[in-house]
């Protein structure tokens, strides 16, 4: 499974950005897709996930502020984020936790896009 990220840049802070992911390859289910995100210095931390039934689950320092969505035909998944802030900086990844026609459940992760939110 390759998932492609898009969507980071640079904004400022109390702007807005949308990133985008696509999971192509041999699949055969996804059950859960989402965002996390790694600040210099920091460890890995979900930001948003979303189950393929539409179930959310977002971390509290970006709730109402962030939203996850999905589209299953697609096999994409979007984060809108609003409000931005510079606590929000950091590479963002995406995650997959799919199976394949080969393989069971496993996470696979995009190559990261990073987000910049100036003072």
């Known amino acids: 499974v390759q998932l492609q990220a898009s969507g980071g840049g640079l904004v400022q802070a109390g702007g807005s950005l949308r990133l985008s992911c696509a999971a192509s390859?041999?699949?055969?289910?996804?059950?859960?897709m989402g965002w996390y995100r790694q600040a210099p210095g920091k460890q890995r931390e979900l930001v948003a996930a979303?189950?393929?039934?539409?179930?959310?689950n977002y971390a509290d320092s970006v709730k109402g502020r962030f939203t996850i969505s999905r589209d299953n035909a697609k096999n994409t998944v979007y984060l809108q984020m609003k409000s931005l802030k510079p606590e929000d900086t950091a590479v963002y990844y995406c995650?997959?936790?799919?199976?394949?026609?080969?393989?069971?459940?496993?996470?696979?992760w995009g190559q990261g896009t990073q987000v910049t939110v100036s003072s």
């Open positions: 995650n997959a936790y799919a199976s394949t026609v080969v393989a069971g459940l496993s996470d696979y």
């Open positions: 390859g041999s699949i055969f289910s996804i059950n859960a």
């Open positions: 979303i189950t393929s039934g539409g179930n959310t």
